[in-house]
Every structure is written in C-alpha cells, then in structure tokens.
C-alpha cells in the first residue's frame, strides 16, 4: 500500500486546513487508519483514528472538537478536517494504515504503512 498525504500549507491561527490520503496498490476499505504528527525534535503523535467503515472514530484530547476523520472507502481516501488551528498544531503530519484490523487504534505500532507525510504549519 501507498500512502499519499496532502492538503497541508502555512495558515493564519483560527483558519481550516482539510488533509487528504489516498491510498494506491491496495483496497483500504477493511483497514483502520490513524493520522499522526511529528514536530522537529518531538516524538510522533497521535491525532486521530478511524475504523474500517468509519463508523467509529477516536481523536487525541487536545483536538476533540476541532479535527474531524473522515473516510470515502469508495475513493481509497481518508481525511483529516483541522479547524480552529492553532499555532501548537504545527507539525509534519503522517496518515497511517492499519492492514491487519479494521479496529481503529492510537498507537503508532499497530501501524504497518505511513505516508510520506504533509506539512502544517500555523501562524501566529
């Protein structure tokens, strides 16, 4: 499976990004997926989660409300809808696929592909 991350740019504090994966080599509709962020000299992060049908969703605390998984199983493509972005949401941003469950998950090692990542960055 390929994993291709896109929509991220430089935005004003307050503003909306919606990031796109599009998967390629593989049908993703049985897989959860997860999208995840890494700021320079941090560890990766878990931002949110979503499981095969996308009927169920988990989001890290500090964006409960604010981001928004999505999925179109028909298009082979998750989402990540970022609104009220604030400055701290700066990051690269991986999706991540899960191909041994349709369980969604947090953590990062259930994980077996990642994008190339895309990034964030807000302003101040």
């Known amino acids: 499976v390929q994993l291709q991350a896109s929509g991220g740019g430089l935005v004003q504090a307050g503003a909306s990004l919606r990031l796109s994966c599009a998967a390629s080599?593989?049908?993703?509709?049985?897989?959860?997926m997860g999208w995840f962020r890494q700021a320079p000299g941090k560890e990766r992060e878990f931002r949110a989660t979503?499981?095969?049908?996308?009927?169920?969703?988990y989001y890290a605390n500090s964006v409960k409300g604010r981001f928004t998984i999505s999925r179109d199983n028909a298009k082979n493509t998750v989402y990540l809808q970022m609104n009220s972005l604030k400055p701290e949401d700066t990051a690269v941003y991986y999706c991540?696929?899960?191909?041994?469950?349709?369980?969604?998950?947090?953590?990062?090692?259930?994980?077996?592909?990642w994008g190339q990542g895309t990034l964030v960055t807000v302003s101040s």
């Open positions: 991540a696929a899960r191909s041994r469950s349709g369980t969604y998950s947090a953590a990062p090692s259930v994980y077996d592909y």
């Open positions: 080599g593989r049908n993703i509709s049985n897989y959860a």
């Open positions: 979503i499981n095969w049908s996308g009927s169920s969703t």
